[in-house]
């Protein structure tokens, strides 16, 4: 079945730098990639998803790359704010049975005054 | 977005009790929904995909007889944690897709289980 690993598993930056977060997933058949945000406590909050006919997607400071051949992908955050602070996940799924969403294993992102 | 509603957010109860959790989604009809299990700075482990109508499928290791489901209407799936224990304690997560050929899964809070 599908695996996906992400990196790093910690992430510290000050207040107006970016972030990177990235993920490898490992069944070249997944098809769609969504990055869930998630604060302590709560349920996680979609925040932008690609699928595998686009290479890169953007929404204001939030960007995602997707790179088919080498079956990774990333999540940029560009000026963080401290209301970035949050866990995230990325997640992959394939267009087949119901379409389960396999995840990663978390970044807590922590971004500093 | 969609909107996922989940009740309760918190819940402590006595080992040996039931525990309901509902989930219902608020603005769009949900013919699949799923639950998920997080453990303290874990990741969302999928524990059963629910229809609409039909029985839940359970990911291996999860007891269908301990997590019942019941998916009974377009918008409203239950997950009863049966006969709970300490171990069972948890944060408990549904999510749901706006349309069968919609990836797009969007959550709920979560409920936070706390078995003494």
């Known amino acids: 079945g599908e695996n996906v690993e992400q990196h790093p598993s910690t992430l510290s930056v000050q207040e107006g730098d970016s972030a990177v977060i990235k993920c490898t997933y490992s069944d070249s058949a997944s098809n769609y990639f969504p990055w869930y945000k998630q604060e302590l406590g709560k349920g996680p909050q979609l925040i932008i998803d690609?699928?595998?006919?686009?290479g890169e997607k953007k929404d204001q400071r939030i960007a995602v790359t997707l790179n088919k051949t080498a079956k990774h992908f990333s999540l940029h955050i560009t000026e963080t704010q401290p209301e970035d602070s949050a866990v995230y996940f990325c997640?992959?799924?394939?267009?087949?049975?119901?379409?389960?969403?396999?995840f990663g294993t978390g970044t807590r992102l922590l971004v500093s005054p | 977005g969609a909107v996922v509603s989940q009740h309760p957010s918190r819940v402590i109860c006595k080992s040996g009790t039931s525990v309901k959790i509902e989930c219902r989604s608020l603005?769009?009809?949900?013919?699949?929904m799923f639950w998920y299990r997080q453990f303290p700075k874990q990741s969302l482990m999928l524990m059963a995909t629910?229809?609409?109508?039909?029985?839940?499928?359970?990911e291996q290791g999860v007891e269908k007889d301990k997590f019942l489901i019941n998916h009974a209407s377009l918008t409203l799936s239950t997950l009863t944690v049966t006969s709970a224990h300490p171990e069972d304690s948890s944060f408990y997560i549904c999510s749901a897709k706006p349309g069968q050929t919609n990836e797009k899964l969007f959550f709920g809070s979560g409920t936070q289980l706390s078995v003494l």
């Open positions: 603005d769009f009809q949900a013919t699949t």
């Open positions: 629910s229809n609409e109508g039909s029985k839940a499928t359970y």
């Open positions: 690609i699928r595998s006919n686009v």
């Open positions: 997640a992959a799924s394939k267009n087949t049975g119901f379409q389960k969403l396999v």
